[in-house]
C-alpha cells in the first residue's frame, strides 16, 4: 500500500491578509509572502505545517456554521492548554469549547479562527 504524509491545508478568505495576521497574531504563525506566476500569495507556517490562504471572489460560497459535513477542523498540539487558553483569550480569542477532559492523557478545546475555521487545541500527556 503506497504510504501518505501530511502536505498542507489550504483556506479561502475574502481577506487573506486579515487571515494571516490573525494565525500571525494569535497562533505565533510565520507568514511567508510570495508571488508565484506574478499572482501574490499567502502561505503559513505553524507548527512545521504549511498552510496557504487564496483570495476568494464572489463565486465561493460562504462559510458554514458549524457543525456541517466534511471537514470539520484541524487540531494543533500544545503542551500546557490551561496557559495557551489563558493567552489566546487575553488576545481575544472565542473559544467554542472551553479546556475539558476528553479522555485520559487528553484534554481539548476549540477555538474560532478567522472565516468561521474550527481549530481544536490539544494537550497529550501520559494517561
Do not use: C
Not at 479561502?12 to 509572502?33: C, H, M, N
Request: hydrophobic share 40%; proline share 7%.
Amino acid at each position: 500500500m503506497a504510504k501518505f504524509g501530511f502536505d498542507h491545508i489550504h483556506l479561502r478568505s475574502p481577506d487573506p491578509e486579515a487571515t494571516a495576521r490573525w494565525f500571525e497574531d494569535k497562533l505565533g504563525a510565520e507568514v511567508i509572502r510570495s508571488t508565484p506566476q506574478g499572482k501574490p500569495r499567502i502561505d503559513l507556517k505553524l507548527g512545521g505545517q504549511d498552510i496557504f490562504i487564496a483570495q476568494t471572489d464572489a463565486s465561493v460560497a460562504a462559510a458554514p456554521s458549524s457543525p456541517y459535513q466534511g471537514l470539520d477542523h484541524f487540531g494543533l498540539i500544545v503542551q500546557g492548554l490551561d496557559a495557551a487558553a489563558a493567552e489566546l483569550k487575553a488576545k481575544g480569542v472565542e473559544f467554542t469549547m472551553e479546556p475539558t477532559q476528553a479522555r485520559p492523557g487528553v484534554r481539548i478545546a476549540f477555538i474560532r479562527g478567522p472565516e468561521n475555521i474550527s481549530i481544536e487545541l490539544l494537550e497529550r500527556t501520559a494517561a
